[in-house]
């Protein structure tokens, strides 16, 4: 059987504990090379093999899943973040389900919380945005124009942008193109949750010059919307005193 499991952003000890046992049991270990912490590699089982899937073609990877699984063995693919976000784990999957392998996925704390985290933002503040836009700048990847930065930027909702540390510049413009001024706030969060974590607000205009200046040029977030300098926000109506729930009578009046 093969366990997709999301490592989280980077501190060992924020894998989820369902992710932490399937590894501890796990007779191979295919990890993301690039950004999986190599930490939480530590507590495998003895004998466990591990390969680094940096080096790897996805037929490589599908290759020692299939022999891992005829030796009866359990295999962990273990992804940055959350396997469902920018993990590739699809094109996996159908290759399993071509050779008929049993699979399951344990999620993991993506990088976009562990980047809030970061900057102890809440991501959907009353009045402010209630929505979060997770997207990427077209790369080697394409993304569909129906999904251009420009349009998603129309919206002024909190977006936060993977994949995209070396294209700030062009990705000012789209932003500003569609509707953000450039004193919009902004953040780069580099590394969240590792020990070389770094965060820096900055705004819509200044996005690149504050990369540069902190030589960032990859593994980092960046957030734009008002919702990082947590604004003009109304509180919430579920903590209101006046305010009844299911759990809990209003003190004085109803609303
Ligand atoms: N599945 C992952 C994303 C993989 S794509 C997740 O849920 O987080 C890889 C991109 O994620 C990087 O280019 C960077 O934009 C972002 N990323 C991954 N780990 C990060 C971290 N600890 N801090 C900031 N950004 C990170």
Known sequence: MVH???AGPGAPDLITVRGKKLLEQADVIIYAGSLVNPALLEDCKEGCQ???SAVMTLEQVIDVMKQANDRGEDVVRLHT?????????REQMDALDALDIAYDDCPGVSSFSGAAAALNME??????????IITRMAGRTPVPERESIASFAAHQATMVVFL??????????????????????????YKASWPEEKAFRCTVGTLAQTAKEHGI?????????????????????L??????TEYRKAEKGES
């Open 4 to 6: 997709f499991v999301g």
């Open 50 to 52: 591990i390969y680094n």
């Open 81 to 89: 973040g959350d396997p469902s976000l920018y993990g590739a784990i």
């Open 123 to 132: 991501y959907t503040l009353p009045d402010v945005s209630q929505s979060v």
């Open 164 to 189: 995209s540390t070396g294209l700030l510049e062009k990705l000012s413009e789209e932003l500003i193109a569609g509707g953000y001024t450039e004193d919009t706030p902004a953040a780069i969060v």
């Open 217 to 237: 040029t990859k593994t980092a977030l960046m957030i734009i919307g008002n919702a990082v300098t947590q604004g003009n926000y109304r509180r919430s109506d």
């Open 239 to 244: 903590y209101h005193p006046a305010f009844s």
